[in-house]
Structure formats: structure tokens, C-alpha cells
């Protein structure tokens, strides 16, 4: 069985594997610079606007985890959330665990207020697109990202 919960900083090193997994998964490994350390202090800090769930199994193994922010829409004058990264480890995949993490994000979003939950897609990341789609996520074709190096 399958529970989930809100992550612990002494959730920092799986949260980190966790996320080392999707880089390997996204062929983006190199691009991953965050120490477990870095995750205490950013994810963990007082007054995060970061929250990360993780799903366990019966025997308390993390089988994957979702990390999400808060965000703002001005159209519809309501703060939202953002999912940065959600990631079920390859042997724990096909077992419905992306989709709990994704109906308590949904739940715990409407219980914050929120209207919208969103989130970007690799788009080297066929098997999250059909995930998606299969959960019945709608995609924004109108759209395009930016970004400044700071």
C-alpha cells in the first residue's frame, strides 16, 4: 500500500536521488548541481515557499516524490501552485503512484485555495506526455518559456 506524505529534512538524500533519477531519465544528469546539503537549506528553510510530498511503500521505502511551489495568477487574482519535478523511481512505475502524487497535489491544492495546478513537460519526455494526457491534464498551446541566466 501506498501512502503519501509530506517530506522531512531527513527526506534531503532521497529527495535528491529522486532527482537524479529524472535527470537520468531526461538525459540531463549534467545539468543537476544540487548537494543534499543544498536541498536542507532551500527546501527545508523557514518560511519555504517549496513543499515536497513523497510516496512510501509498506516497508517506509520512498518510491517517488513530487516537488511543488507557489505561484500567482493574475487572471484569476488566486495563488496556485507550480510542480517543479514529479518522479516515480523505473521499478515502482505502472503501479499508479504518479497518479496518487498527482490527486493529493489536486486535493492539497483546493484545500490551499488554489484553482490551478501547473507544470512544464521535457519534451524529450514522451511517457510523461501520455501520463498526462491519460490523467486527463489539459496542455497550454499558447505559450512559449523564457529564461535569463542571473
Not at 69 to 90: C, G
Request: net charge neutral; charged share 25%; with cysteine.
Amino acid at each position: 500500500m501506498i501512502q503519501i506524505r509530506e517530506a522531512q529534512a531527513e527526506d534531503a538524500g532521497i529527495i535528491l536521488e529522486c532527482i537524479k533519477g529524472l535527470a537520468v531519465h531526461v538525459d540531463q544528469v549534467d545539468m543537476v548541481t544540487a548537494t543534499e546539503q543544498d536541498i536542507r537549506d532551500s527546501v527545508f528553510a523557514p518560511n519555504t515557499h517549496v513543499k515536497v510530498f513523497v510516496a512510501e511503500n509498506e516497508d517506509k521505502k520512498v518510491c517517488g516524490f513530487t516537488l511543488i511551489f507557489k505561484s500567482f495568477s493574475t487572471f484569476k487574482a488566486a495563488t496556485n501552485y507550480h510542480i517543479e519535478d514529479l518522479f516515480v523511481f523505473p521499478e515502482y512505475r505502472k503501479l499508479g503512484i504518479g497518479a496518487m502524487l498527482m490527486k493529493h497535489l489536486k486535493t492539497f491544492a483546493k484545500s490551499e485555495g488554489a484553482k490551478v495546478v501547473d507544470w512544464y513537460v521535457n519534451n524529450r519526455n514522451l511517457s510523461a506526455m501520455d501520463f498526462y494526457d491519460r490523467i486527463g491534464a489539459k496542455k497550454l498551446d499558447y505559450k512559449s518559456i523564457y529564461y535569463m541566466n542571473v
